[in-house]
């Protein structure tokens, strides 16, 4: 199994390029189940694991995938299987993206549920209750749903919390249910609005009053597209955290700014220069960051997927940050690896209070899920000594190549056998 080397103790320098979102990534490509028509997407993170494994996962459907570069190429005209099995979803949760699509256009999808996962339980009940809504038959029978529908029919559901893919999944599915759907509390993170962009284009009618309210007129069938995926907001706030971290200067660049407010305002208020262009990032860090205190919430709030990143950063500041995760019950997995390269952390329930300025020491340690591992990475960028980062399978999931990137910056890292 490969490990991540790194000798720490380096500024970061010079200009690093963004590649396209994960997490728009995935429901785009779900989102072409819904025509047979071809659909070309643009600047899809080819090297991201979570990507081939949703490309598996369609192609055992009987889709028709193919690269070219960045361009995915994918045709769903000879789907003849619409069951996505237990050792597919076990490996990403985000395969019950293909839930709507599969129910919305050929009235029938078996899914396996996802269990949990290392950052909490992560349950789907608003998946299912929304598709309820539009009129599936749901139920749930050797830890598959069944979900089944002669056609779907428009409703009005309201989210009763937050949920980035229940809303894309609900968005899908309507888009070709018969008649009006009204979802209210949906989730309006940017990858949301992305997939929504795209099956605009392929002929789907959605306004919205406000953007967390959303009207979808369904249509009978929607056609090929071509879209290009929106820049990833997490790796350029990972990235932007390198550089803060290491007291460094770097260019984030092919990103963007507006997508990442509430990070760049937080790096701000630690007393990093930022300066946004109109697709980049400019940050320089100050010689000593100042503590702040932040809470993880859904867009355009602080967000989780940069919890872990942060707080890495804040082991670095003069003071006492607090750092309160809101959105999953577990998402505290690096703070046990955080503290063994000495870092001073006390958990207090879902609040995570930092004591800095620790100097780190390299170590070994052990990621636990992808952006567990993106913090121990920043750590290990600022330690003093070797760090070694194991089970970085993690960190593949969600970064393409993440130590060439760095390397590109001055880092002292590489990947070993
Ligand atoms: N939830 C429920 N019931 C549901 C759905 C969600 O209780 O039916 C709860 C979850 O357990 C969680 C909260 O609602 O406590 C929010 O979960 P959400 O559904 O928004 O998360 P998700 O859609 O499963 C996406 C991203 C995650 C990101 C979260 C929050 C994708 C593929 N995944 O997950 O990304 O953390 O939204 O922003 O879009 C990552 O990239 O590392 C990652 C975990």
Redesign the pocket.
Known sequence: MDKIRINGGRPLSGEVLISGA??SA??CIAATLLTAEPVWLQNAPRRVR?VTTIILLLEHLGINASWEGDVLRLEADSIDEFEAPYDMVKTM??SV?VLGPLVARFGKAVVSLPGGCA??????????KGLEALGATISIEHGYVNASANKLRGAHYRFP??????T?NLVLAASLAEGETILENC?I?P?VGDVIALIRKMGAKITGDDKSTLRIQGVAALHGAEHSIIPDR?EAGTFLMAGAITGGKIAVKRCCPEHLTAAIGKLEENGCRIERGKNEILIESPEVLKPADVETQ??PLF???LQAQYMAVMTQAAGISTIHET???NRFMHVGELQRMRADIKIHGHIAEVHGRTPLSGASVMAT???ASASLILAGLVAEGTTVIQRVYHIDR?YERIEEKLRGLGAHIERIS
């Open positions: 994960k997490n995935l429901p979570d949760r985000a993206l950052i909490g339980a992560r349950p789907i009940d608003m998946h299912l919390n937050v949920t980035v893919t229940g894309e989730a993170e990858e997490i859904p867009y967000p989780t997927d959105i999953f019950e899920d992808l952006r969600g």
